[in-house]
């Protein structure tokens, strides 16, 4: 981090987010206006026309995002796949192909393998662990090495530092998937990415209320293509999910502490728990990116998987039981959610490379009491 950047959690509050010029409204307004006088044909105030070509609400948002990753360019989009979507058809065309995680976001993988495909653009899975592998994955025509770090849900760790250094030799950019890490925890872009994907939806809108994605770019001129695209293509945020998103920015750093703080407790609890085979966690010491984290990401962050014992049913079981840990999809958000991977986020993934274990529980610790979290897994699990 350069020594002139205000810390993190003053960018959060501060970056893009100056008081109103108009009025000192001390926090920005939701900018509903579709359209902005102009003064003469042409005269443009502060650069804005139209709102999909941007919107003032919108732009805080992607200058906070911008200075949260530590890029040039932050853009803010209707989803985390509206923002991969405009991504991947910015920088491939038919003939390019794709090198992704063997176990990417399921939503990722179907974009790439089932939709972009229609338009001749080529990927292969690679296990991004072995660097081997991964070069003999890329092709002449690589654009793109997709890599998220963790994984959903088995929690996997990938060396972006080495990973950036692959990509870059083969003429290709490598994109992170930050969703899980949030950039409190991590900042791809200083390890040598290209471009940050975010599903703003989980850790950075941070209370369920508000589907959304962002992409940070290091490259200015990267980014004025991807902003043309954005314009081109459509898929921006509204003024006001952009808004919901900036407030969840500015406690993002105190709600990331609480979250690992609960997470570090319940691992304890499932590490010592009779009925569990193995808890994926890059905290624990004896799990295989363990080191890797350790270097590149400033905590473990508030998502467990866990494997059962005694096999899928319980695993289903487990997941019915819990009370305060909502059985429901999605992460990231203040309260606790508990699922079956296997039969809910990932379901589509059966039969192929990216199927995971039916006997696999994932947690998203939320910031409630972690006394009252314990006491509902104890009973939940008490088979
Ligand atoms: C949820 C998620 C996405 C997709 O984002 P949406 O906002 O649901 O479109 C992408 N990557 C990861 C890791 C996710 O968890």
Redesign the pocket.
């Known amino acids: 981090m350069k020594d002139s950047l205000p810390g993190f959690n003053t960018r959060a509050i501060h970056a893009g987010q100056e008081p109103d010029a108009a009025t000192g409204a001390v926090i920005v307004p939701v900018h509903l206006t579709t359209t902005y006088k102009q003064d003469g044909v042409g005269g443009l105030r502060g650069g804005y026309e139209y709102s999909r070509s941007a919107n003032p609400t919108r732009t805080a948002l992607q200058e906070a995002l911008a200075a949260l990753e530590q890029g040039t360019t932050g853009m803010a989009f209707?989803?985390?796949?509206?923002?991969?979507d405009t991504l991947l058809r910015t920088v491939c065309e038919p003939g390019s192909h794709i090198v992704l995680g063997g176990d990417?976001?399921g939503?990722?993988f179907r974009l790439i393998s089932r939709v972009l495909s229609r338009w001749g653009i080529e990927h292969t899975p690679a296990d991004l662990n072995d660097a081997d592998a991964l070069r003999a994955a890329v092709r002449p025509t690589t654009r793109v090495i997709w890599c998220?770090t963790p994984?959903?849900p088995l929690l996997n760790i990938a060396d972006i530092a080495l990973t950036a250094e692959v990509a870059h030799d083969a003429g290709a950019l490598l994109v992170v998937?930050n969703?899980?890490a949030s950039p409190y925890l991590q900042q791809p872009l200083t390890l040598g990415a290209d471009v940050v994907?975010?599903?703003?939806?989980?850790y950075l809108g941070g209370h369920s209320d508000v589907?959304?994605?962002a992409l940070v770019v290091a490259d200015a001129e990267l980014g004025e293509r991807l902003a043309y695209h954005q314009n081109a293509m459509g898929a921006v945020a509204g003024p006001f999910d952009a808004w919901l998103v900036l407030r969840g920015l500015k406690t993002l750093g105190v709600r990331m502490d609480r979250h690992q703080d609960n997470a570090a407790r319940i691992v304890d609890f499932l590490e010592g728990h009779p009925a569990v085979a193995r808890v994926l966690y890059p905290g624990l010491p004896d799990h295989p990116g363990h080191g890797i984290a350790a270097r590149q990401m400033s905590g473990f962050g508030g998502m467990i998987s866990f494997r059962l014992a005694a096999g899928e049913e319980a695993a289903l079981k487990v997941c019915e039981r819990a009370q305060l840990f909502t059985l429901a999809e999605?992460?990231?958000g203040v309260e606790s959610l508990i699922e079956h991977p296997g039969r809910m986020t990932h379901a589509s993934a059966a039969g192929s490379p990216l199927e995971v274990p039916g006997d696999l529980v994932r947690l998203s610790v939320g910031i409630e009491d972690v006394e009252d979290l314990l006491a509902d897994l104890d009973q939940a699990m008490t088979l």
């Open positions: 209707a989803s985390g796949l509206a923002a991969e990417a976001y939503g990722t998220e994984t959903n998937d969703t899980f994907v975010h599903s703003t939806t989980k589907v959304g994605g999605s992460l990231g």
